[in-house]
């Protein structure tokens, strides 16, 4: 009854939604959507206006991205590469065709979606803007040459060609050495004890320990105890000798063996410890590898361009008294004010056309002293240059007013921190979808959809106002955005508003409200009505008294320069401050290494960060003291995937896959067939399907047209084999598990707790949509984030554990943030330290203390502004995030 009962409500808040929302005639502009059935989407009709502002709303997983992105945009693509010749065709990435009857009226798309920035150092700002290639022909047509220096091309300012390439570093900025203790870090081992960490692992590791044994090399003697001669070489010689192996031979059976001269098992060709280590960073395809074999580089500027990564010759031309090195390292805010005046025709001194050359060393005075005054004075001191033609000072002019002209767009969606040469690996997504967004203005496009996926993601509500204008810009100059959205203030600035629900996953997928956004208050099944007109107050902060204070002493760390802090411990901290300022190289970078470093464990790179980045190997300095005693273990809970392949998903990250494998291998029809608990892995030969190999999809390639992936014809999408498939447990196979979501397995497990209660955690988290086989390539990185938070809460809680968590609430609907929240708070109950960097003004009202950094971005951030109780915060002049947390405060009172 009570099901039938929502049934009606829910079909009374469409009726009623029907009713407010205003009819579209057909020739008023309208792209209408018939029978949209993509993921849970139920028969979805829809109008929404053209050359509008539209938000669609909902919690997560009630179906709005679906709509927005897997339907509305896919077909727009769709329908343009109908018009792409087939050969041109298969060279491009491309959606599926989406599930809907017709969609009338749609114009060409663009999407700007969230993603990471690519693992590749050589990505940066100012590629992903195209800003460099305006920069490095600034510098090739109107640079000021040393005397008798031919005029260099635009290529050659590049670092990623070999004719600008540094030669030394080959344009990465850093060189590499690859040092004794590195590759051995314990020398009391000896080589059958892995004393040489950065040999390969498993067979590989195995074949070299063999081959010095064949070359007479003792391997169970001490490293430290054998001879400098042999040391050096076994890890540093450049020959690669063949030797005869022995497998499984002692190394007196061996000696016997090559006295005899016996057949070996097979000739090996011994490669030296720096040798390997240098040839698979700089040859391998796999992140992973790359990953692991960096730890044994010593990383350090390149001597010979200075970490500039570019030529000598390319270096020696300048631009308003710098080179292009120094100038793409200024920041964006620096290099509008060092451009400005050259805009308005005036010109700093520069070594000219026809000028004496002087001394390398006087020109390395003179432009780091003007390096130093570009960045330090606020307008820098500009005189005429008489040596510069004519022509020259008008290319020049022209070309500083059109970067200029792209950098103002920038600074106005708040990105006037960056610099050009910062690699995107290191950016947020919510960073680079704005910095994709910039370059769209910049177009002058009308008559286009835009599709965007939280643009508001990772922005201070102070960054967002600049967010507002710029998607307003885009609209105002003809164009339809559709922008799927938590952010409460952009659905009031929107013109029109498309919730979808009401809950996620089954129970979600209809649309509940489409029109002005007034008229969604009168749409009881709405959970964003809720938040929108303030009748869901936030929680007011607990105010708990912190049990000690962790003290970080002298940071320096990105803007941070000597900079001290206090974290409480026992109670829920909040990080605030305007993108840039410096939250995350406090909490996510210099207290959880400095923290790692006093649990005696190994430093961490970060996984977003190419391992050939400059920053990659950027080290925090500075001393952990206070009560650092008071924490046992070290928690960090970030957006990074849960896995790179299809083949990891919820259920194996969270390790309920393994109980449920048990459950089916315990059966009477399992035992029967002697199956063990590895026969229900897909990953497994002996259980899955051995045409697809466990992916339950195989790739079709067409001539002339992009793989396309079909369901298995074998097993049709299930993974496993037959006779696999035909054990069940309490009526269903192993397959029919993975196809459960998280809410429908809580019911089938219920007696189970091994598999009950992380199932029941993940719910509580806002994740009972998700299916427990789906890939983790599917997943946003706000669900990998929670599901991470999940497996850790169903540990047992002992306390002292610091967890630090950047943003939890991407991706989060307000009325999941605040079940978030209760879990969070029940860490710090349980003993716990909490810790989050966060935007959420309902996150940081809850807090127990708040610690707000700024006063602005880059270097004019990297303070503490303001730190104390949310409501002394809120009071504090000066502070980006008083205003915010205000408001916020007084909406829970």
């Given at each position: 009854m009570a099901t039938s009962r929502a049934a009606e409500s829910r079909a009374a808040g469409r009726s009623s939604a029907r009713a407010a929302a205003p009819a579209i005639a057909r020739d008023d502009g309208c792209v209408r959507v018939r029978g949209a059935r993509e993921h849970n989407l139920r028969d979805v009709d829809l109008d929404v206006p053209r050359d509008q502002l539209v938000v669609f709303s909902g919690v997560s997983g009630s179906g709005k991205s679906s709509l927005a992105f897997g339907t509305i945009y896919a077909e727009a693509q769709r329908r343009y590469f109908e018009s792409v010749?087939?050969?041109?065709?298969?060279?491009?990435?491309?959606?599926?065709?989406?599930?809907?009857?017709?969609?009338?009226?749609?114009?060409?798309?663009?999407?700007?979606?969230?993603?990471?920035?690519?693992?590749?150092?050589?990505?940066?700002?100012?590629?992903?803007?195209?800003?460099?290639?305006?920069?490095?022909?600034?510098?090739?047509?109107?640079?000021?040459?040393?005397?008798?220096?031919?005029?260099?091309?635009?290529?050659d300012f590049s670092p990623n060609t070999p004719q600008g390439a540094c030669p030394r570093c080959h344009g990465l900025g850093h060189v590499y050495e690859v040092t004794e203790a590195l590759m051995v870090p314990d020398p009391s081992l000896s080589i059958r004890e892995k004393a040489i960490a950065s040999w390969p692992p498993a067979w590989h590791g195995q074949n070299l320990r063999d081959i010095l044994v064949t070359l007479g090399y003792d391997i169970d003697r001490p490293w430290k105890e054998l001879p400098k001669k042999d040391r050096d070489w076994i890890l540093f010689t450049e020959e690669t000798p063949a030797a005869p192996v022995y497998a499984g031979f002692t190394p007196a059976e061996t000696r016997a063996a090559l006295k005899r001269?016996?057949?070996?098992?097979?000739?090996?060709?011994?490669?030296?410890?720096?040798?390997?280590?240098?040839?698979?960073?700089?040859?391998?395809?796999?992140?992973?590898?790359?990953?692991?074999?960096?730890?044994?580089?010593?990383?350090?500027l390149c001597p010979e361009c200075d970490g500039k990564r570019l030529k000598r010759e390319a270096l020696s031309v300048t631009f308003a008294g710098v080179d292009i090195g120094e100038f793409s390292r200024l920041s964006l805010d620096r290099l509008v004010e060092l451009l400005?005046?050259?805009?308005?025709?005036?010109?700093?001194?520069?070594?000219?056309?026809?000028?004496?050359?002087?001394?390398?060393?006087?020109?390395?005075?003179?432009?780091?002293?003007?390096?130093?005054?570009?960045?330090?004075?606020?307008?820098?001191?500009?005189?005429?240059?008489?040596?510069?033609?004519?022509?020259?000072?008008?290319?020049?002019?022209?070309?500083?007013?059109?970067?200029?002209?792209?950098?103002?767009?920038?600074?106005?969606?708040?990105?006037?921190?960056?610099?050009?040469?910062?690699?995107?690996?290191?950016?947020?997504?919510g960073e680079l979808q704005r910095l994709r967004l910039a370059t769209q203005l910049r177009s002058h496009l009308f008559g286009v959809v835009y599709v965007l996926d939280e643009p508001s993601a990772?922005?201070?509500?102070?960054?967002?106002?600049?967010?507002?204008?710029?998607?307003?810009?885009?609209?105002?100059?003809?164009?339809?955005?559709?922008?799927?959205?938590?952010?409460?203030e952009l659905m009031r600035r929107a013109q029109w508003l498309v919730d979808v629900g009401p809950d996620a996953g089954e129970r979600g997928g209809e649309v509940l409200y489409s029109g002005p956004p007034e008229g969604l208050a009168a749409i009881e099944a709405s959970r964003t009505a809720q938040y929108l007109f303030g009748t869901t107050p936030a929680p007011d902060s607990h105010e708990r008294a912190p049990s000690g204070w962790l003290e970080l002493q002298g940071l320096y760390r990105h803007n941070l320069r000597r900079l001290d802090a206090r974290i409480p411990l026992g109670v829920l901290t909040a990080v605030t401050g305007i993108s840039g300022s410096g939250k995350s190289s406090l909490i996510a970078q210099a207290l959880a290494e400095l923290v790692r470093l006093h649990l005696g464990h190994e430093p961490e790179d970060s996984d977003d960060?190419?391992?050939?980045?400059?920053?990659?190997?950027?080290?925090?300095?500075?001393?952990?003291?206070?009560?650092?005693?008071?924490?046992?273990?070290?928690?960090?809970?970030?957006?990074?995937?849960?896995?790179?392949?299809?083949?990891?998903?919820?259920?194996?990250?969270?390790?309920?896959?393994?109980?449920?494998?048990?459950?089916?291998?315990?059966?009477?029809?399992?035992?029967?067939?002697?199956?063990?608990?590895?026969?229900?892995?897909?990953?497994?030969?002996?259980?899955?399907?051995e045409t697809c190999e466990g992916e339950g999809v195989v790739s079709v390639e067409l001539l002339f047209m992009p793989s396309v992936h079909a369901p298995c014809p074998t097993c049709h999408g299930a993974r496993y084999n037959e006779a696999t498939l035909q054990v069940q447990w309490n009526g269903r196979n192993i397959a029919d598990v993975l196809g459960m979501t998280v809410e429908q397995a809580g019911e089938f497990f219920s007696e189970q707790g091994a598999i009950a209660r992380p199932l029941h955690l993940l719910r509580e988290i806002g994740l009972g949509y998700l299916r427990l086989g789906q890939p983790a390539t599917e997943l946003s990185g706000g669900e990998a984030q929670r599901i991470k938070l999940a497996t850790e809460l169903q540990r047992s809680q002992r306390g002292r554990s610091l967890y630090v968590l950047d943003e939890p609430t991407t991706g989060l609907h307000a009325a999941d943030v605040d079940r978030l929240m209760v879990q969070l708070h029940r860490l710090v109950e349980a003993g716990n330290t909490v810790v989050v960097i966060e935007h959420e003004m309902r996150v940081v009202a809850q807090a127990d203390w708040v610690i707000d950094m700024g006063p602005d971005a880059g270097e004019r951030g990297g303070l503490i502004v303001a730190e104390g109780r949310p409501r002394d915060v809120a009071k504090v002049r000066g502070s980006r995030t008083a205003e915010y947390l205000a408001s916020a405060l007084e909406g829970s009172a």
């Open positions: 010749a087939p050969y041109a065709r298969r060279l491009i990435d491309q959606a599926g065709v989406p599930d809907v009857d017709s969609i009338e009226g749609l114009p060409p798309a663009i999407a700007l979606q969230q993603q990471r920035g690519a693992g590749n150092a050589r990505s940066s700002v100012g590629s992903v803007t195209t800003l460099s290639s305006l920069v490095r022909m600034m510098y090739s047509r109107a640079g000021a040459y040393p005397a008798r220096q031919p005029m260099l091309y635009a290529e001269k016996a057949e070996p098992s097979y000739m090996g060709t011994y490669t030296g410890a720096r040798r390997y280590v240098l040839h698979t960073f700089a040859t391998t395809q796999s992140a992973l590898m790359k990953k692991r074999v960096s730890r044994f580089l010593e990383g350090r400005q005046p050259i805009a308005e025709g005036d010109f700093p001194v520069d070594a000219g056309e026809g000028s004496s050359r002087a001394s390398a060393t006087g020109r390395d005075r003179a432009r780091r002293a003007a390096a130093k005054q570009a960045t330090h004075a606020a307008a820098p001191d500009v005189r005429r240059t008489p040596a510069m033609s004519e022509e020259k000072r008008l290319a020049a002019q022209r070309l500083a007013q059109g970067v200029i002209g792209r950098l103002h767009t920038l600074q106005a969606l708040g990105l006037g921190y960056l610099s050009l040469d910062r690699s995107t690996p290191t950016l947020s997504p990772g922005l201070h509500p102070a960054d967002s106002q600049a967010l507002y204008g710029a998607l307003e810009q885009l609209r105002d100059a003809g164009n339809s955005v559709f922008v799927v959205e938590h952010d409460l960060e190419a391992p050939d980045a400059p920053s990659a190997f950027e080290r925090t300095r500075g001393h952990l003291a206070g009560d650092i005693d008071a924490v046992q273990r070290l928690v960090q809970v970030d957006q990074k995937p849960i896995g790179r392949t299809p083949r990891s998903n919820l259920a194996t990250y969270t390790g309920l896959f393994d109980h449920v494998r048990k459950l089916f291998a315990a059966t009477p029809e399992a035992r029967r067939r002697r199956f063990d608990a590895g026969r229900f892995s897909f990953n497994v030969a002996k259980g899955r399907c």
